[in-house]
């Protein structure tokens, strides 16, 4: 009965460890069928499903020496078994399994048949999915093998039973939540027909339940080390701290099997293995039991080696095996085993060099060299180091040979030589050296060493290594990091593009000048032009302007973007169009076409066949789709059909076409793929529009199928693994019902594939991140290394926007394809592609843009734990609620999501596979759906991930404070980053005042209620992890808990004084009534005391040095006797300290209003945060303070109107009477019709300002065109001034003899111009 007893509390600790993460291979599921609910056995049929593949092949076995098997023509997921009337000759036990690709799987669970008119017996085993402690919760099953049965749950001992259910398929599972010790005891399952209820099954096999975690855990320890070779001896220890108990050792990779049990010697007992073998190898652990089966905690996992050869270890160094003398340099000796100490050996020399201890080890760690000289240099190797004798051989994969030169500059006289080095860690059949400038450059050598000449400043430039191994000749390594070479007066190779650049910019500059110089030469030299000629300078002096303003823009622009920015019109999301039916044999029987849009403003759809034949409409669901039932179909159905989705403005693309070619033919298929390249995979894609049915690909030329597929949704996709020459061709594809015989649609139209050649794909992202929001803005960027190229991009194969080539930009082409608000049904597979006149390039990878806000957001958990030690696994679980998504996974500061996985189920599990320091951050994940443009969920709530060896330290704190009065409540809160994370709070002196908290938040809330002198103490507490590791945990501070409201109040006072400078110092002063007290400093806000004093006398002096702004703040203060600590007295009055320059500014507020009324006054009221200070009121317009007043009353009245305007007041301390604080904000006194004369007024000085501008600005004009306008002379006028005459004068003729300017009659003929102009 002992090890049948074991097996539930086994499979339990199995899960809880995480064993079950393991590859454990999954079982076939075995059941019964019947046409004859109330007597099975009168008819049976055995079915035999496989889980997670399709097989051909399937295998029935009974009594493991019968066997039957079934091959099917075709790929399938389950198969029967004709069994017929049961009979002595049919009974027994049976099981199936199924073919894989290299053999059979593991057999299903066992079904026994026994005789006629009998049940079969059920069978019963544990599912649990927590540790089986108290609290946590157990799944048992039981399988009764027919459907519709009723289970009934007994437990021995009870007379009326546990549990009983009704499930719809074969198995039942009974749930006991919250695992207590009285859950504990013997149970079975039985199964009856409902209709027939006194006819029962066997009673299933019985299963003892085990509650663990009442005992401490025990220690496990192996001697003389946990790793050993074949044949060697091996004695397990486990130890507890109780006397006369029962130990058991499991190894987890076999627990039904490899359990041992033995009786303890006091304490402790010893499990020997005289002659270990390899299948020893695993993880141990141990508990103990009483005589009533209540078990301990597990101890901690012990790994255990049993193998005749360590795994290779391998040695790495870095930065290089080449290193300069006086440098650093790590040898990272890397190898499988974690636990195992590493030793350094040096070629020549007696024993190891450096020793690394197996306890901090993980299978990854550096040996560090430092200061190296010559003496350093040699070949070094790496091997495990065991404390223990074994005759395990160890062997290392390989050598390092370091190297210790001192390195020539990178910087070199012209004739002068650089030798350049290329190392790799492994055998090399060749290097190549490759000059960037140069590409008919390269050189060859075996050693890796090349030698670089400076002939005439001609060696300077970009250089790179690669080599060959042995293994693959014709495969060359990525290029190393390139250093550059450079002259003593070279910084850099001039292209041609960047020296066109700088003497367009030198052009434009000097243009600049010259025009510039010419305009001023023009003013200085013609200072005064007659009419014509002012005219045709001002138009030469503007153009020139314009000019110069051109050249400005041309040198702010030569150097822009080489690439267009391209918005992309968004067409209207194209809809899905699929068909359903409920008869799957013949589904022409009754046929409903379906329309769905990924646009959530759909508001109707329309159906066309034939492009206008037939017409439908049908408003849009809440679902955003429509049905169009067609019934049973006729001819007048034969036909295409597509949908179109309407929204308020626009009208949808049509959806693709579904093509009815026929009453009793299934609908003919789509088939599409892109562009073939040779020697890449190529996925063919072949929709056929109803769920249900299978999938098959037809080649031109062969006869039988190409590729088949199951049911797997309403498309399928078949696989080219790599494109060759043998592959082109017409394909097609056709889709059949799964039950035989088989009815096929027609073929869809050919599709060729032929390889072209093509330029190599182009390089395509996003700027940021492709999960976005709705109404963000998207830039695709596509580039590519050739010149001149034209550019499209495609959504989900569907050409939506393109670029001409830019002839006139030299260098690589570029396209930027701009969404400037991203819709929800924007999302999808984005791709992109270049082409020249006649050759395309490759599709470039695609882009999925998923628009998030959809559907409600996932959550994420960490398996086993948020908290991890580096170099080992973790799983984040992403649960949504809808089936058949896709997620992805985000961490926090990458650029796109780091996984993606598809689900048939509601969540996915993400794998983060050997975890470093690099991958803590914050990780959420999001679900979409990809048949309706990437619509996602929003994101889940961030999980903090920490790689570490140790927890993150909590904080204890208490809410509204430690310092309480009795009787009151109070809330302990243990916080901490780590979510998901239980907490234990611990009381100093107290080993069994401790309390359990699980979190799913990152903070834990232990509630007092009703103070006591029994629950004054120091506090801390912990995290408490719901999974095994060996992360450290460190506890919190620690907290004291005081009561106050015991002994007499204190006193407060403060020196200088309550508001001080920032920068001064401040001393509180706290004066009890007994002696030798502590004294406690509170501030308000503050959940825990600021500083605390055990002085000899009755007072305490809290100094507080160098006070800031953030020390301003109501303070009080507590002393407790040491006879009685933390029994504190009342507190003190409140006293409250201002640090600042100047007082903080008052209030000032009108009383009843601040509107006068006739005859009334108003009283203004200032008041201020201190106490002892004086009041001031000041009205705007007069320079005195108005009033002065000690309690802040200020009483105005209105005569003659001098009481309206604006006031505001400020006050100081009477002890600093220079110190004022700053003024409160002013409030406004008006007259009964305040709001209409204040408007008037404000009015009428806007306007008076706006007149005396204009004035000013029309009198500078006058006086500036006064001043150039020429000077006007009379000539001949009459006296009342009716004939005058105006003479634009000739420029100034400097340096000409005899001419003068003194009078208009000594001007030369023909150049003074006479105009007439009436005043």
């Known amino acids: 009965m002992m090890p049948r007893t074991f097996n539930l509390l086994l499979g339990c600790i199995w899960l809880s460890l995480g064993v079950a993460s393991m590859a454990v291979e999954p079982q076939p ?28 092949k399937f295998l029935l076995m009974k009594d493991n020496t019968q066997m039957t098997w079934t091959r099917s023509s075709y790929k399938t997921f389950q198969v029967s078994f004709f069994i017929g009337a049961l009979s002595e000759s049919t009974t027994g036990v049976y099981r199936c399994c199924y073919w894989k690709e290299k053999g059979w799987s593991k057999p299903s669970k066992v079904l026994e048949l026994q005789s006629p008119g009998q049940l079969p017996k059920p069978i019963f085993w544990i599912e649990a999915k927590a540790p089986p402690l108290p609290g946590c919760n157990v799944n048992i099953l039981c399988d009764g093998w027919i459907q519709d049965l009723v289970f009934v749950l007994l437990k021995e001992g009870n007379t009326e039973p546990v549990d009983y259910q009704v499930p719809t398929g074969t198995m039942a599972i009974f749930s006991i939540d919250n695992l207590a010790p009285e859950n504990e005891g013997v149970y079975l399952c039985r199964t009856h027909f409902q209709m027939l209820p006194t006819l029962w099954s066997e009673p299933s096999n019985p299963l003892k339940l085990v509650v663990a975690g009442l005992y401490p855990k025990p220690t496990l320890t192996a001697h003389p080390g946990p790793i050993l070779a074949p044949g060697e001896s091996l004695s397990f220890r486990c130890q507890g701290p109780i006397y006369g108990m029962t130990f058991v050792l499991m190894r987890l990779e076999g627990l039904k099997k490899s359990s041992y049990y033995k009786k303890a010697v006091k304490n402790e007992a010893y499990f020997d293995f005289k002659s270990l073998k390899t299948q020893d190898t695993g993880h141990y652990l141990c508990l103990y039991y009483d005589a009533s089966y209540r078990g301990s905690l597990l101890s901690d996992i012990l790994k255990v080696w049993v193998t005749e050869t360590f795994p290779k270890t391998w040695l ?6 080449v290193i300069q003398m006086g440098q650093n340099v790590s040898l990272r000796c890397q190898g499988l085993m974690d636990g195992v100490g590493l030793a350094l050996y040096k070629k020549e020399e007696e024993g190891p060099l450096q020793i690394l201890d197996g306890t901090s080890n993980d299978g990854n760690k550096s040996f560090l060299l430092t200061n190296v000289t010559d003496k350093d240099a040699g070949i070094y190797s790496c091997l495990y180091f065991l404390n223990w004798k ?7 994969y390989n050598t390092v040979e370091l190297m210790v030169v001192a390195w020539p500059s990178s910087v070199f006289n012209i004739g002068k030589t650089i030798t350049f080095q290329c190392r790799v860690f492994h055998p090399v059949l060749e290097f190549s050296l490759e000059w960037e400038e140069k590409a008919t450059f390269p050189k060859f050598s075996i050693n890796g060493d090349f030698i670089i000449t400076n002939i005439e400043g001609q060696g ?27 002259g003593p007066r070279v910084t850099g190779f001039l292209t041609w593009n960047s020296f066109m650049n700088e003497v367009f910019r030198m052009s434009l500059f000097v243009q600049l000048i010259s025009l510039l110089l010419l305009v001023l030469w023009i003013r200085w030299r013609c200072r005064r032009l007659r009419l014509r000629e002012a005219w045709l300078l001002g138009t030469a002096q503007g153009v020139a302007m314009l000019f110069i303003i051109m050249a400005l823009l041309c040198c702010g622009l030569c150097t ?17 169009l699929w068909a359903e039916t409920n008869f799957p044999l013949a589904p022409w029987t009754n046929l409903t076409l379906w329309c769905r849009s990924p646009s959530g403003s759909t508001k109707e759809f329309v159906l066309l066949k034939d492009g206008t034949g037939w017409i439908a409409t049908r408003p849009a669901s809440e679902q955003v789709r429509a049905a169009f039932p067609l019934g049973a179909l006729t ?27 026929g009453t009793d033919i299934l609908p003919k298929p789509v088939i599409s793929a892109s562009l073939p390249v040779r020697g890449q995979e190529l996925q063919i894609r072949c929709k056929g529009w109803l769920e249900g049915l299978g999938f098959a690909l037809f080649k031109k030329g062969e006869q039988e199928p190409v590729q088949q597929l199951g049911a797997i949704g309403r498309e399928a996709f078949f696989t080219i693994q790599r494109m060759e020459d043998k592959d082109q061709g017409n394909y097609s594809c056709r889709t059949h019902t799964q039950m035989q015989p088989f009815k096929w649609s027609e073929p869809s139209e050919p599709l060729e594939l032929v390889i072209k050649e093509t330029y190599p794909k182009p390089f395509f992202k996003t700027w940021a991140s492709p999960v976005v929001a709705p109404g963000a803005r998207v830039t695709f960027n596509c580039s590519t290394s050739h010149e001149h190229m034209s550019f499209i991009l495609y959504k989900d194969d569907t050409e939506i926007a393109s670029s001409d080539p830019a002839w006139g930009k030299p260098g690589s082409s570029a396209a930027h394809f701009l969404i400037i608000s991203v819709g929800i049904g924007d999302g999808g ?10 050759i395309w390039s490759e599709p470039s990878d695609p882009v999925e843009l998923i628009v998030t806000e959809f559907y409600p957001k996932p959550t994420l958990l960490a398996q086993p734990g948020p908290v991890v030690l580096p170099g080992k696994n973790v799983t984040l679980r992403c649960q949504g609620i809808f089936q058949a998504m896709r997620f992805a996974l985000l961490q926090e500061g990458t650029h796109a999501p780091i996984q993606f996985q598809s689900a048939s189920g509601t969540s996915v599990d993400f794998l983060l596979h050997t975890v470093g320091a690099e991958d803590s951050g914050n990780y959420s994940c999001i679900y979409y759906e990809t048949t309706m443009s990437n619509r996602g969920s929003y994101p889940s709530t961030p999980l903090m991930i920490w790689v570490t060896d140790t927890f993150p330290r909590p904080w204890l704190s208490a809410e509204p404070s430690s310092v309480v009065t009795m009787g009151q409540n109070v809330t302990l809160w243990c916080q901490g980053p780590v979510h998901g994370v239980g907490y234990i709070l611990h009381k100093e002196g107290k080993a069994t005042s401790m309390q359990l908290w699980g979190s799913t938040s990152n903070e834990g809330a232990f509630p007092i209620t009703n103070i006591s002198g029994a629950s004054i103490g120091r506090y801390s507490c912990c995290y408490h992890p719901d999974w095994i590791s060996s992360i450290k945990i460190q506890p919190s501070n620690t907290l004291e808990l005081m009561v106050t409201g015991l002994l007499p109040k204190p006193s407060l006072l403060v020196q200088p004084g309550p508001m001080v400078a920032p920068g001064e110092n401040v001393t509180l002063q706290c004066q009890g009534e007994l002696p030798d007290s502590t004294f406690v400093l509170l501030k308000e806000g503050n959940q825990q005391p600021l500083q605390q004093q055990r002085p000899s006398g009755y007072r305490a002096d809290f100094w507080m040095p160098v006070v800031r702004d953030q020390d301003s703040g109501v303070y009080s203060c507590v002393y407790y006797l040491d006879s009685a600590p933390l029994v504190a007295s009342n507190h003190s009055n409140s006293l409250e300290i201002w640090v600042s320059d100047k007082p903080p500014k008052p209030s000032l507020s009108a009383w009843p209003s601040t509107v006068f009324k006739l005859g009334k006054d108003i009283t203004l009221q200032c008041r201020g945060p201190l106490p002892g200070v004086e009041f001031v009121l000041e009205h705007d317009g007069e320079e005195a303070p108005q009033q002065f ?10 005569l003659e109107g001098k009481g309206i305007g604006n006031y505001s007041c400020s006050y100081r301390l009477q002890d600093y009477p220079n110190i004022w604080s700053e003024p409160s904000d002013a409030v406004e006194l008006v007259g009964a019709a305040g709001p209409v004369a204040q408007e008037c007024t404000v009015g009428n000085i806007v306007r008076s300002t706006l007149i005396v501008v204009v004035v000013v600005a029309l009198g500078i004009v006058l006086a500036v065109e006064w001043k150039k306008w020429p000077r006007l002379r009379t000539r001949g006028s009459e006296t009342d001034g009716r004939d005058q005459t105006v003479v634009l004068e000739e420029c100034n003729q400097e340096g000409e003899a005899g001419t003068t300017t003194n009078s208009p009659s000594s001007a030369s003929p023909g150049i003074s111009v006479e105009v007439t102009v009436p005043i």
């Not at 074994?390 to 290392?396: A, P, Q, R, V």
């Not at 159905?637 to 093509?659: D, I, K, N, Q, R």
């Not at 597979?829 to 006649?838: L, T």
Request: glycine share 4%; with cysteine.
């Open 29 to 56: 599921e075995l059941w019964i069928e019947s046409n004859h609910p109330h007597a099975p056995w009168s008819n049976l049929t055995l079915l035999c499903r496989s889980p997670s593949r399709v097989s051909s």
């Open 316 to 321: 790495l160094v870095q930065p290089s095996p």
């Open 390 to 396: 074994t005759s395990i051989k160890m062997e290392t």
């Open 460 to 486: 300077t430039g970009t250089y790179s290594c690669i080599f060959r191994i042995e293994a693959h000749t014709d495969i060359c390594s990525d290029h190393s990091k390139p250093p550059k070479l450079a």
């Open 560 to 576: 822009g973007a080489l690439a267009e920015e391209i918005e992309v019109i968004m067409p209207t999301p194209k809809p899905e």
């Open 635 to 661: 001819h007048s159905h034969t036909g295409s059909y597509h949908c179109h989705s309407w929204e308020e403005m626009a009208v949808s693309e049509p959806s693709e076409a579904l093509e009815l070619v």
């Open 829 to 838: 597979n984005y791709s992109c592609r270049y082409y020249d006149f006649s």
């Open 1189 to 1198: 007043s000690e309690d802040g009353d200020f009483v105005i009245n209105n």
